[in-house]
């Protein structure tokens, strides 16, 4: 690591922000290694603290901490999965690397991207139901699923290996008696940080004849009880970190288990998962103020929302049982680019794990 530097700035290079001027003054250091900076104090402008839009002026000194020598690597990502046609020994070879737990009664997997979990309107044969035969591991039956994750998600995934463990695992999951944490890459930074959402969810119907196109679309709580077809929904959120005002990411708890919830509900509020092309808009820009799902084409192509964690008891034993998913390859593309580490936050950022 560098020694602590003391920057000035040249003339001619006044009046631009501070964070574009460090970006081409010091090679690698980026954005989010800026507003970490910034953030804890380490970062100085003329010995006070700063922001990072602050307008610089010439002959003014900047601090800057020791810095790594290169950017540390990201961790080791989940597996990927292409929707393009693999002979079926690759696709069983990759739905079997993707396991991260098994025992006598349980699987419990990191899904890929891109995987749907059943069969469905052109999806053919390739999903996650359809490959189970491939996770047998010796026992004469498929493991089933108890429930499921949009293709498009990633992230933790629980399939019961016999009778008994699925109807325990379907009533756990009913009865919310499991807890899922997500992270996801949202448009903006949400105000406030931590809070909770409660918006009701009603499906809207598709503009196909197989109903393609299929969404669900918010009530406001007062409306609900006056809405056909909408449900209560609940999710809780908190910021873990942002990019100034551009995006932020996001820890997000589903209280209740409605279809595309968190999607729906980020959108709602103003701040749409990136690269959500259905509830966030794919191709609109995000200029900074909180709306728009696409932050580039370099991240705005693949949907970032990932199933993090998951705390559960196990349906036969009892025993307290945790899981982590590393991040897919997307995702952990983005954190790195942003400078941010996966155990630079807590696993559950809510009071008593709410």
């Known amino acids: 690591m560098s020694g602590v530097r003391h920057l000035v700035v040249g003339p001619g290079e006044g009046d631009q922000r501070l964070d574009r001027w460090l970006?081409?003054?010091?090679?690698?250091?980026?954005?989010?290694?800026?507003?970490?900076?910034i953030r804890t104090g380490q970062l100085r402008l003329d010995g006070a603290r700063t922001e990072a839009g602050a307008r610089i002026a010439a002959g003014q000194e900047v601090r800057l901490p020791p810095l790594p020598a290169t950017p540390p690597p990201p961790a080791a990502p989940g597996p990927a999965f292409s929707p393009a046609a693999t002979p079926e020994a690759e696709d069983a070879a990759?739905?079997?690397?993707?396991?991260?737990?098994?025992?006598?009664?349980?699987?419990?997997?990191?899904?890929?991207?891109?995987?749907?979990?059943?069969?469905?309107?052109?999806?053919?044969?390739?999903?996650?139901?359809?490959?189970?035969?491939?996770?047998?591991?010796?026992y004469?039956?498929?493991?089933?699923?108890?429930?499921?994750?949009?293709?498009?998600?990633?992230?933790?995934?629980?399939?019961?290996?016999?009778?008994?463990?699925?109807?325990?695992?379907?009533?756990?999951?009913?009865?919310?008696?499991?807890?899922?944490?997500?992270?996801?890459l949202v448009a903006g930074a949400p105000s406030p940080a931590m809070g909770t959402i409660r918006y009701g969810l009603v499906k809207a119907p598709g503009h196909g004849p197989a109903g393609e196109g299929e969404r669900m679309r918010c009530v406001a709580p007062d409306r609900i009880g006056a809405t056909p077809?909408?449900?209560?929904?609940?999710?809780?959120?908190?910021?873990?970190?942002?990019?100034?005002?551009?995006?932020?990411?996001?820890?997000?708890?589903?209280v209740t288990g409605r279809t595309h919830q968190l999607r729906a509900h980020m959108a709602e509020i103003g701040h749409p998962v990136v690269g959500d092309g259905k509830y966030g808009g794919r191709g609109q820009e995000n200029p900074g103020d909180g709306w728009g799902?696409?932050?580039?084409?370099?991240?705005?192509?693949?949907?970032?929302?990932?199933?993090?964690?998951?705390?559960?008891?196990?349906?036969?034993?009892?025993?307290?049982?945790?899981?982590?998913?590393?991040?897919?390859?997307?995702?952990?593309?983005?954190?790195?680019?942003?400078?941010?580490r996966e155990d630079d936050v807590p696993a559950d950022p809510f009071p008593e794990g709410r």
């Not at 970006?23 to 900076?37: A, N």
């Not at 997997?109 to 490959?131: F, M, V, Y």
């Not at 970190?241 to 589903?254: E, I, S, Y």
């Open 229 to 254: 077809g909408a449900r209560p929904a609940t999710t809780d959120f908190a910021t873990l970190a942002t990019l100034g005002r551009r995006a932020a990411w996001m820890a997000l708890v589903p």
């Open 140 to 184: 004469k039956e498929r493991p089933v699923l108890v429930h499921r994750l949009d293709r498009d998600t990633s992230g933790l995934m629980v399939l019961a290996r016999t009778p008994r463990a699925a109807r325990r695992l379907a009533a756990a999951f009913r009865s919310r008696a499991t807890r899922k944490l997500y992270w996801a």
């Open 293 to 340: 799902a696409s932050l580039g084409p370099e991240f705005g192509r693949r949907l970032h929302l990932h199933a993090r964690h998951l705390w559960l008891a196990h349906p036969v034993t009892g025993a307290p049982l945790a899981f982590t998913a590393p991040l897919p390859p997307h995702m952990a593309a983005s954190w790195a680019t942003f400078g941010w």
């Open 94 to 138: 990759m739905i079997a690397a993707a396991v991260l737990y098994r025992d006598a009664d349980i699987l419990v997997l990191n899904k890929p991207h891109g995987l749907a979990s059943q069969g469905g309107s052109g999806l053919g044969g390739r999903h996650l139901d359809a490959l189970t035969a491939a996770l047998t591991f010796g």
């Open 23 to 37: 970006r081409r003054t010091v090679p690698g250091l980026t954005q989010g290694r800026i507003e970490k900076l």
